[in-house]
């Protein structure tokens, strides 16, 4: 019998057999997969996780306007004798002393608003103006406070601890709140109305003001 013929790769030369070439180009290019994929999610749990952040920062920064300005509200009544103080769902207005920040000096009336636009998302705005004796003056333009489809509306916390979405009272509510969706029993934002003092405190007019010198700004 005559042996068969068989293939030998010479000793010492280097180099793939096509099977081991196929098998390379598979390994590769299922390490380039499992890559591109891990590279897709971790690039999708950042920007998932960035956009958390700035919505957290940017809810606090609303709390923080909104605990200032209720911080330094006042008990102001117009000619008439009435108290300013407007609070319904889309819109809360009120007086508060005078502060280093504001263009004028003396009092400030302060509106918060929240708006609808074309898309359907809802927008808080803040806005003040000057306010006297003779009554407000002319309103800056609106800031924007936040602007989300979490945004439901304004609400007010009576003194039986109960949540209002219209303040209706003769007095000034214990507190000023954002609900935003999925509303709960309580509001996320919440801005507490510290005893109020009275404007003549306010205004640097001691011997109108009946509060004790060591308790005013």
Known sequence: MTAR????????EDGFTLIEALVALALGALVVTLTLSAVQVAGSVLKGLQSRITAAESLARTGAILAQDTLHALRWRDASGKLIF???????????????TAPWRG???????????????MSLY??????DAAGPGQWQAPV???????????RYLDADGRWR????????????AVALAPEGALP??????????????????????????????
Do not use: N, Y
């Open 5 to 12: 013929p068989t293939c030998k790769r010479p000793v010492g």
């Open 144 to 154: 924007l406070l936040r602007h989300a489809p979490d945004v439901v509306g304004l």
């Open 188 to 217: 996320a934002l919440v801005a507490e109305f510290p005893p109020l003092i009275e404007p003549d405190c306010a205004l640097g007019q001691p011997d109108r003001c009946s509060l004790p010198p060591e308790v005013l700004p």
């Open 107 to 121: 009092a400030s009336l302060v509106r918060l608003s929240v708006e609808r636009d074309g898309a359907g998302e």
């Open 86 to 100: 407007l609070g319904t769902a889309d819109a809360a207005i009120f007086a508060q002393s005078a502060r280093p």
């Open 165 to 176: 979405s219209d303040w209706s009272e003769a007095g000034m509510p214990r507190a000023l």
């Open 126 to 131: 803040r806005s003040e103006a000057p306010l």
